[in-house]
Each structure stands twice: as structure tokens, then as C-alpha cells.
């Protein structure tokens, strides 16, 4: 190895990875279950597709991330 080369490191202290699994996956979940809600109480008619396509991907980016943080504070590093 070079003498000038840094190892990869995490641009996360590894002591937030708990703590932003809980709120990642917090946050997703209610944005999850306003999808829900929405998809539940309004009519097909009354539906927005550009809504529910970004309240869609919103919660999946947040979940995603959540979940990732989760397996990096298990142990689990991928």
C-alpha cells in the first residue's frame, strides 16, 4: 500500500448508526402509513398519481436507508 493512501472510512461515526436506524425507519413508516391512509380514504376519481408515486418513493428511499443503518449497527456491514 502507498504511504500516501487513507483507508476507507465512514462519513457516519459508527456510534449514529443506531440512532439513525430508529429515526430512518420511524419517519418511514409514517410516511408509510399516511400512504395508507390516503390510498384508503379518498376515491378512485379524487386520486393523485404524481402524490402517491412520491409519497411512494419518499418512504421507500427512508425505509431504505433505515434498514441499511440497522444491518450497519447490527454488525452486519455491506
Same mark, same amino acid.
Given at each position: 500500500m502507498a504511504p500516501s493512501a487513507k483507508p476507507i472510512s465512514s462519513p &457516519?461515526?459508527? =456510534?449514529?448508526y443506531p440512532? %439513525? !436506524? &430508529? %429515526? %430512518?425507519l420511524a419517519f418511514g413508516l409514517v410516511?408509510? =402509513? *399516511?400512504? $395508507?391512509i390516503y390510498e !384508503?380514504? *379518498?376515491s #378512485?376519481? /379524487? #386520486? /393523485?398519481l404524481a402524490k402517491e408515486l412520491t409519497t411512494? =418513493?419518499?418512504a421507500s428511499v427512508f425505509?431504505? $436507508?433505515g434498514s441499511l443503518f440497522l444491518l %450497519? *449497527? *447490527?454488525g452486519v456491514y455491506v
Open positions: &457516519v461515526p459508527d =456510534a449514529w440512532t %439513525l !436506524a &430508529v %429515526l %430512518l410516511i408509510t =402509513a *399516511s400512504f $395508507f !384508503a380514504t *379518498s #378512485r376519481k /379524487n #386520486r /393523485n411512494g =418513493a419518499v425505509l431504505g $436507508f %450497519l *449497527s *447490527s
